[in-house]
């Protein structure tokens, strides 16, 4: 069984990115732990084709393949790794920050989330 899928939807160079870097360095530590994880990239460009976090990329060789591990794997818990540029107001001097959604499908509820400095450095480009 896997414990831990890590996906990063916006994978392309001139989307998030550090995020793939990141991604990499918490499966290493989650393998170092003992932990099964899996880390899935796409490298499609959010501006170019399709948001792979959006309804209209559901077909899609990543969202194909992200729902087949979740289906086959059953992980515990998937990790959506995403990277801000530094200006961003939501996350601006934030290390990681922590979303949850209570959403159905379809409604518009906001997501929460909490925001934390991260000691150090996470050392991601």
């Known amino acids: 069984m896997l414990d831990v899928l890590i996906t990063v939807p916006h994978g392309a160079p001139e989307n998030d990115r ?3 870097a990141v991604a990499k360095a ?11 994880s899996r880390v899935l990239i ?7 084709r399709a948001d792979m976090n959006r309804p209209e990329s559901r077909g899609s060789q990543f969202r194909r393949r992200v729902a087949e591990v979740v ?10 790794v995403h990277s801000f540029p530094d200006d961003y107001p939501r996350f601006q001097g934030e290390d990681i920050a922590l979303l949850r959604s209570n959403r159905t499908r379809g409604s518009s509820a906001p997501m929460r989330g909490a925001c934390m400095r991260w000691p150090g450095s996470l050392g991601a480009p």
Do not use: T
Request: aromatic share 4%; proline share 6%; with cysteine.
């Open 71 to 80: 289906e086959e794997e059953r992980p515990a818990l998937v990790l959506d």
């Open 26 to 36: 918490i499966h290493e530590g989650l393998q170092d732990l003992g932990v099964a």
């Open 18 to 20: 550090a995020a793939p």
């Open 42 to 48: 796409s490298r499609c460009c959010r501006y170019e």
